[in-house]
């Protein structure tokens, strides 16, 4: 299990209580990208804390190479899993699932978050698209196979899903939810969010320099 972080002190300690709890055989590894707060002497209870170069596809990949599993699980620190999450990510592997995600949901209950969470999902089914909010797994090798996941500061689920759905490996999505927090969709607006976080996907399929791209976001968090 790798777990990205910056300045997340006011999460990390919930997320890794509660994963800790879990049942199912796991490693958990915090790459952090040189918090200022104090995320990494929280974690270290729970976790092999190590500091990264920063960006979420850099510390994904950095987390990944210090894994010592056969089955490589990003999890988001506002996110929290069902009981039965580990043990069926195990079992997908174990019939022949390379990669996937679980189904997502907000925490907030409000109609439109519940929208955005259900397209997500049709999106993973339809499209065989996944996004690190919705949990990513895959199997070591198939990580070897294609170099890690993409080296971006950004973007780099979305990236990963275009690079694996143009080799023909479709993301296997799990019959367990992941809950993540809508902390952002509540505090930028949620249909505001929403469109430009499709708006953000737009413009990377159109080449658009991904350091504006992370501008953007950083404004939209």
């Known amino acids: 299990m790798i777990v990205p972080t910056l300045n997340e002190e006011r999460n ?30 929280l974690a270290v209870s729970w976790a092999e804390v190590f500091i990264c170069p920063r960006g979420r596809g850099p510390q994904c990949n950095a987390g990944a190479l210090r894994a ?3 089955i490589l ?15 069926k990510i195990a079992q997908a592997v174990e019939r022949g699932a390379v990669w996937g995600c679980l189904k997502l949901r907000f925490d907030d209950g409000h109609w439109l978050t519940r929208l955005i969470a259900w397209c997500s999902n049709m999106r993973v089914r339809w499209r065989g698209i996944a996004f690190g909010d ?11 196979q294609i170099g890690g996941i993409p080296d971006l500061p950004l973007m780099e689920d979305y990236a990963l899903s275009l690079l694996l759905k143009g080799k023909g490996l479709s993301p296997e999505q799990l019959d367990s939810y992941i809950t993540s927090s809508a902390r952002r969709f509540v505090s930028g607006g949620r249909l505001r969010v929403w469109l430009q976080m499709w708006s953000l996907r737009a413009q990377y399929r159109r ?9 953007t976001y950083r404004n939209i968090r």
């Open 207 to 215: 080449g658009v320099d991904i350091s504006i791209l992370q501008s």
């Open 68 to 70: 010592g599993g056969d």
């Open 134 to 144: 919705q949990g990513i797994f895959m199997t070591r090798s198939l990580f070897a």
């Open 12 to 41: 990390i300690a919930a997320l890794l209580e509660h994963v800790t709890a879990l049942p199912g055989e796991k490693e958990i590894i915090v790459a952090d990208g040189g918090s200022t707060d104090s995320t990494s002497e």
């Open 73 to 87: 699980f990003f999890l988001h620190t506002d996110s929290r899993l069902e009981r039965d999450a580990l043990p």
